[in-house]
């Protein structure tokens, strides 16, 4: 039997490099999504036998310096991002919840609940849970994870994507770092997420504008 390291060395190298990246090939899109669903049912199968697919409520000692923690952070990026929109296209501030309020609250309720968790289970739990065993450096496999998270939005071919799931990346790897809790993590990932589109950064993600 094939050593186990190898084994989950080649299978991140295929689930986490290689799939993102053939989205950018010219192959039928039939195709991207049987292997995109291949890939998220086998990771699926694998936490089931892991016995990580149950809802588990956080530790008690988690929930106050994560709240603190996740505030602070916050208020940091509602400042850099309600700058950054209101000096490059001031016209989008917060124009889909003044002009499209029912398309706001569809975005955020598909966001939190369609994407959040599903990147949560994949790129925190399972990525966790499979390869941490094999990065001593605990900074490194943080940097590894955030690299590679971006990388998974490789397809949307924005570059302002690039940085921003770069960067949440940092910050989702290492609350789950701390707390192992899917569920603090997935909150502070809807928390950011939500707020970008609400600011006015959704057409900027490639996500439906007030136009």
């Known amino acids: 039997m094939m050593d186990t390291k190898i084994y989950k060395g080649l299978e991140l190298f295929f689930l986490f490099v290689l799939l993102p990246v053939s989205f950018l090939w010219n192959y039928p899109a039939i ?13 699926l199968i694998q936490l089931k036998k892991s016995d990580l ?49 029912q398309l706001w609250l569809m975005i955020l309720f ?3 609940f369609l994407s959040v968790w599903p990147q949560e289970i994949i790129y925190r739990t399972f990525f966790y849970e499979r390869y941490e065993g094999l990065i001593n450096n ?4 943080v940097f590894i994870n955030a690299i590679l998270f971006s990388l998974a939005h490789l397809f949307l071919r924005n570059f302002l994507v690039q940085v921003l799931t770069f960067i949440g990346g940092l910050l989702f790897a290492y609350t789950y770092q701390k707390t192992k809790s899917t569920t ?28």
């Open 110 to 112: 598909i966001y939190t």
């Open 31 to 43: 195709f991207k999504v049987i292997f995109t669903i291949g890939g998220f049912v086998y990771i």
């Open 53 to 101: 697919l149950k809802l588990r409520f956080p530790k008690v000692e988690y929930w106050k310096p994560f709240w603190v923690e996740t505030i602070v952070k916050l208020a940091i990026v509602i400042v850099i991002t309600g700058l950054y929109v209101f000096f490059m296209a001031p016209d989008k501030l917060f124009s889909v919840l003044i002009r499209k309020p």
């Open 138 to 141: 605990k900074w490194l496999f």
């Open 184 to 211: 603090l993590v997935s909150v502070e990932h809807a928390i950011y997420g939500n707020w970008l589109f609400t600011v006015g950064m959704g057409e900027m993600l490639a996500f439906p504008g007030a136009d």
